[in-house]
């Protein structure tokens, strides 16, 4: 179905009060999804990492220009032996709500989303802690299970600190009405699908790598309909969109009054399979030679040129190739080869096909267009398109044959951030394979990076030769944004509007 005209959006643009722009000093952007719970421990969506890193600090900082870690919570850090690391918390913090920063509430933040009830929805970003103590009035040390090498990648990604006392009295349910961080922006308003507030924070802490924001209001909305995201943002409504289809943003290049930027991030695209077979009895899924055929009956490289576009590339890895410990040297490949599908599909027989159902939550073009070349080697698939939420926790209990993920990887550069959270044994494994998670296990908590290498290179080489997944490609995310804005992308998936101006 062929998308409305530019001039057809204008005219279909939802009324909208003039809250967007320079002249309220209000940056409104939209997205498609919003996250099930505001609070960072308690969703995976990248809407979520978004609000995360513009309202919430973390202990230390990832420069995005040089990789390199800086101060930020933690003014230091001193690794005692290999499984303890002590740091010093910065004094002169203040959270949203007054509370001054302090080491208990580092430590509570730790031991809380250790704990079972705390029920973390990403395991993976937090379960190689063991616990953590305040070792004195400004001092914090955090115990690991086993050696981590990318401890500090961590404790720089996905790990913001939580106000003890405030979560305390009001629980995960009063916390996510109305979170509270250290971070530049500060949450006034939280609306359930509608979208969150924000303002600057004015008591912001100077003197880290952040500084206070240029501009005073963030405003976060969710507008479900693409084309109505761009319609609104032509018109006025709002000032920043992304995720915007290469057709559309090629439109909007000639909308004045609009900036488009095209970006690669490390946000891969993957089929995974229930190898299993929990979804479906007797599943063909359970057979490598299905999972093989599937790889092989799939022209990536064309929805790369033809769908995808801005930047993508095709990956060969559950990983994206750019992180610590991601490869595809001497690893099986899945070229586009149609004849050898069917055959490898007759070899399992299954001559004629077979029915399947694979599950979506984002880009249902590009759900369909599997699904087009798997109809063509007779495999008939039924479309499930999900909500995120849904579409989680429909894998997880085994209610999915086929699931279209994608994953950003927290923005973590370490391969541990991607593939350990769907192969080493957690809730996102759908093979359990024990060779993989053993393998997987090594090069998280090996201290030779070249040994953690080759154990990651182990462990992505038999993923491949066994089919348990497809990655399909990177995706490049294209930008929109109003001409009044000074908005700068990063490869890592995070717009920082915390770093935005206006002209």
Known sequence: MLRQTL?????????????????NDTLVYASDSEPENISPYHNSLREGVILARNVWDTLIYRDPATGSYKPMLATGWTWVDPVTLDLTIREGV????????????????????????ARVVTKGNVDWMKGAEVTGPHGVRIHLKAPFPAALEYL????PIFPAAYFKKVGLDGFSKAPVGTGPYRIVRVENGKGVTMERFESYWSGGPIAKPKIGKLEFRIIPDGDSRMAELVTGGIDWIWR??????????????????????????????????????????????????????????????????GGARVMNSVCFIDQFGCTDQGMPRYGYDPAKAKALLKEAGYPDGFEIDLSAYREREYAEAVIGYLRAVGIKVRLNYLRFAAFRDALRAGKTSIGFQTWGSFSVNDVSAFTGVY???????????????AALQAGDTGSDPEARKAKYAEALTRIAQEAYALPMFSYPSNYAFTQDLN?????????????????
């Open 423 to 437: 192969f080493r044994g957690g809730e996102e494994d759908l093979t359990k394979d024990p060779a993989v998670i």
């Open 94 to 117: 203040l959270f949203h709500n007054g509370d001054a920063l302090s080491p208990e509430d580092v430590a509570f933040t730790v031991n809380y989303v250790l704990s079972p009830e």
């Open 244 to 309: 915007v289809p290469s057709d559309q943003a090629e439109q909007l290049k000639t909308s004045p009054g609009v900036t488009v930027l095209s970006a690669e991030t490390m946000r891969v695209g993957f089929l995974q399979f229930d190898s299993l077979g929990r979804a479906q009895a007797n599943s063909p899924l359970k057979d490598a030679r299905v999972r093989q055929a599937i790889a092989y009956a799939i022209d990536r490289k064309a929805m790369v040129d033809n769908l995808v576009r």
């Open 487 to 503: 908005f700068t992308a990063q490869p890592d998936e995070v717009p920082r509007f915390y770093a935005a101006s206006w002209k």
């Open 156 to 159: 720089a990604g996905p790990i």
């Open 7 to 23: 001039a057809a959006l204008l005219l279909t643009a939802t009324a909208l009060p003039a809250l967007a722009g320079k002249a």
